[in-house]
């Protein structure tokens, strides 16, 4: 279902993606794959080219822990569509979604700092979306390899946790 990666990514690289993310251009429109959202959600993302991901600095460790990950969700050869950077907020709420078929997803935690806490983890439920099978806390630098058919979720910070939680998905498809 889904892989996780610890104390890949050195603190020092993680500063530098931070520093990427604060000063990316976002859009503040709903999803393009949704249609029945109301008009007033509003979900703040980046989308990122691949040299985007690549000036980040983050490409490398993306593409480690793909190959780390092969066997468990089969698949040998893979081709990258695209990194979306996504900015939680307190007040914000997030809908079970998937990302389809032959979608690989890395998750990547961006803050520098969190504490339990404040919340914010992924949810990830089973196929038929009525229960939650597994749960991963924000840890900064953290890296979550999944199947894109999985249905997930975010959970927004907590009132007490920062004001923006920051995440960057990046999606391969299998070949």
Known sequence: MFKVFDNTVPFNIQQHIYEFVIRSNY???????RDDLDISKHD??????LQDLKNSLLYSYVIDVLEKSKNDFNFNDFEFQHSTVNLSKKSDYYYTHTHGEKIIVVLYYVNLEWKQEWAGETLFFDEYNKEAVGVNSFLPGRLIVFDGKT???????????PE???TIGTFV???
Request: hydrophobic share 25%; no cysteine.
């Open 151 to 161: 249905p997930h979720s975010i959970r927004p910070q907590s009132t007490i946790g």
């Open 164 to 166: 923006y939680r920051f």
């Open 27 to 33: 859009n503040i429109k709903g999803w393009s794959d």
């Open 173 to 175: 498809k299998k070949k």
């Open 44 to 49: 703040i993302h980046s989308k990122w080219s």
